[in-house]
């Protein structure tokens, strides 16, 4: 089977078959990355652009490794160092991106919607790397995937997902994908990080960490998107941690086997015990090996790969 869309913009949007066809591909690809020479001729005389407007480390970085080791040609290009310094429109950007006919674009805009805007413009397949505070789709599939190949199924598992919820598209993503495969979501975090909406997506809402960890299957720690508040939502970072940092007495209250998981980057101390970031319940650096493959997956199926 192939993917029916042509893009990859949301979770939202993203039926549960197809969710199932990503994950099951992607583990089919983690094999590669523990070969000596780690590269397969797949997806050779294609061309991938990766298209960044914010700063990022494992989701560029993961898209750049995950299309050479498919053999396809890579291009990285960050808006610091592009003609957006120039005043070039995303607009004229993806004219003259889709006049050089690549396969697939990967974009990353600060602004909600700017995928989807690109994806409507030009005829190759774009695929959402985060837009703004939206949705953040290879993010929350790389986590399924994580949480899958730990424990067994999704379907069943109570998965709390703590921090600045109202900021944050790798919440979003992750509530819409954990809810489709079976999930039970409970979100917690300050009452000024929460949107006003939240409980219309179906998940429990607490402002106690410790209500929200006890007796769960997942914990997924969120960074305080800073860069995307226009106020000051808390009164210090050290009042914060003081209620939302997880520390090992919060384990004890979850299930025996619980994970921890953080997207990245990790403020120790702030939102996570550096002991427990290294801990033996973090799955933290499995979720970024998974990421290569979730990617590569996606790379594969968008340019017509079947299973």
Known sequence: MILQKKDILGIKDLPVEEITIILDTAE????VS???IKKVPT???KTIINLFYEAST????????????????TINISASTSSVVKGETLIDTAKNLEAMNPDVIVIRHSASGAPHMLARMVRQSVINAGDGANEHPTQALLDLMTIRSKKGTIAGLKVAIVGDIAHSRVARSNIYGLQKMGAQVTVAGPATMMPRDIEGLG???RTSLEE?????DVIMMLRIQTERQQQNFFPSLREYAQHYCLSRRHLDLAGPDVLVMHPGPINRGVEIAPEIADGPSSVILEQVTN???VRMALLY???GGKQ
């Open 212 to 216: 929200a960890v006890s007796g769960v």
């Open 34 to 36: 523990s070969r000596e």
């Open 291 to 293: 990421g290569v493959a």
């Open 58 to 73: 494992r989701t560029r970085t993961s898209f750049e490794i995950a299309g050479k080791r498919l053999s396809a040609d």
């Open 28 to 31: 089919s690809f983690v094999e």
């Open 301 to 303: 199926l968008l340019t």
């Open 43 to 45: 997806l050779r005389g």
């Open 203 to 205: 998940v429990e809402v």
